[in-house]
Nanobody
Framework: VQLQASGGGLVQAGGSLRLSCAAS????????MGWFRQAPGKEREFVAA????????DYADSVKGRFTMSRDNAKNTVYLQMNSLKPEDTAVYYC?????????????????WGQGTLVTVSS
């Protein structure tokens, strides 16, 4: 499966963005999906994950209550709605697909990755 993330950009602190990750080559209903991010000089970190049917989600503590991950399997797309953005949310955001049914925060368990989209939050 190929993944294409989009929707990044420059936003002021307190603002919102919605990231999209469009899949091709195979239906995403076969995968758990995740969002990760990597800030300059830092390691890639887990942001959110969603189960194959969308009924279960998991969020990093740093984004819980501000970010919402969702999916539309009919459109082969997952989303990350980001509200109340903070400068520390600035990073390249990656979507990823994981075979199997269990959610995971471990990037090594994901099998396919998109190219990333840059989110910059100004103070």
């Amino acid at each position: 499966v190929q993944l294409q993330a989009s929707g990044g950009g420059l936003v002021q602190a307190g603002g919102s963005l919605r990231l999209s990750c469009a899949a091709s080559g195979r239906t995403i209903s076969s995968y758990c999906m995740g969002w990760f991010r990597q800030a300059p000089g830092k390691e890639r970190e887990f942001v959110a994950a969603i189960s194959r049917g969308g009924g279960s989600t998991d969020y990093a503590d740093s984004v819980k209550g501000r970010f919402t991950m969702s999916r539309d399997n009919a459109k082969n797309t997952v989303y990350l709605q980001m509200n109340s953005l903070k400068p520390e949310d600035t990073a390249v955001y990656y979507c990823a697909a994981k075979e199997g049914y269990a959610l995971s925060r471990d990037a090594l368990r994901y099998d396919y990755w998109g190219q990333g989209t840059l989110v910059t939050v100004s103070s």
